[in-house]
Nanobody, 124 residues
Framework: QVQLVESGGGLVQAGGSLRLSCAAS????????MGWFRQAPGKEGEFVAA????????GYSDSVKGRFTISRDNAKNTVYLQMNSLQPEDTAAYFC?????????????????WGQGTQVTVPS
């Protein structure tokens, strides 16, 4: 059974940083494109970032570009999201996801496996 487990969320003041981790079990991630999405209360899920299988290609939403960095350590079967200069509008549940197919878009439907999410709160 494939499990993705996120960690690292919490409460941080505006301008602060957090690093989210996504650890996988039951599956080796090095064959998967990985993504991070987020969902704020009352809003639809939103693409945040994605990283290719090798880690050589990364993509970000305009809202986080320049502030967030996605990375992966295939030896540890883990994906990370470094979040800097956090703002209240970044408050959301953050979800890790794995694309096991051959996709290249940011659509949630491209990603087959999902974690349970970790909450990030940046008070205004």
């Amino acid at each position: 059974q494939v499990q993705l487990v996120e960690s690292g969320g919490g409460l941080v003041q505006a301008g602060g940083s957090l690093r989210l981790s996504c650890a996988a079990s039951g599956r080796t991630l090095y064959n998967d494109r990985m993504g991070w999405f987020r969902q704020a209360p009352g809003k639809e899920g939103e693409f945040v970032a994605a990283i290719s299988r090798s880690g050589s290609t990364k993509g970000y939403s305009d809202s986080v570009k320049g502030r967030f960095t996605i990375s992966r350590d295939n030896a540890k079967n883990t994906v990370y999201l470094q979040m800097n200069s956090l703002q209240p509008e970044d408050t959301a549940a953050y979800f890790c996801s794995a694309d096991t197919g051959v996709h290249s878009t940011t659509a949630q439907t491209d990603f087959e496996y999902w974690g349970q999410g970790t909450q990030v709160t940046v008070p205004s």
